[in-house]
């Protein structure tokens, strides 16, 4: 899958647009298949590094927290969505799984 990636804070030129692993899913998550995307001003200020003293990222980070599109899997513990149900959410970036593959 595509993500817009930073592996360092910075400006526009340390955003990369990097292909990873579809990252597998756990008993409580969900994954979507991203319709839309959007980028705000939290992650302008988390690229630019002006988040760090408040929030502790790990690099590489895939930027993006708005979304919109359709749930693709669940986790086996997953009640409240089933495969197909359209959503839009906001990505807690401090437990997403995101890993890249040795192409990002």
């Known amino acids: ?3 817009a990636l930073i592996d360092r804070y ?13 990252p597998p ?9 991203v319709h839309a ?6 992650d302008i200020k988390t690229r630019d590094g002006k988040l760090k003293t408040l ?7 895939v930027l993006g927290n708005d979304l919109s599109g359709v749930v ?5 513990a997953v ?6 149900d359209a959503v839009y959410a ?6 997403s799984s995101y890993v890249p593959t040795e192409n990002s």
Do not use: Q
């Open 1 to 3: 899958m595509k993500v």
């Open 10 to 22: 910075g400006s526009n030129d340390a955003v990369i647009v990097a292909d990873i692993d579809v």
């Open 25 to 33: 899913v756990g008993a409580t998550d969900v994954l979507v298949r």
């Open 37 to 42: 995307a959007s980028v705000n001003p939290v």
């Open 55 to 61: 929030l502790k990222y790990r690099f590489p980070l």
């Open 72 to 76: 693709s899997d669940v986790g086996s």
């Open 79 to 84: 009640t409240r969505f089933k495969k197909g």
């Open 90 to 95: 906001r990505v807690d970036m401090s437990t």
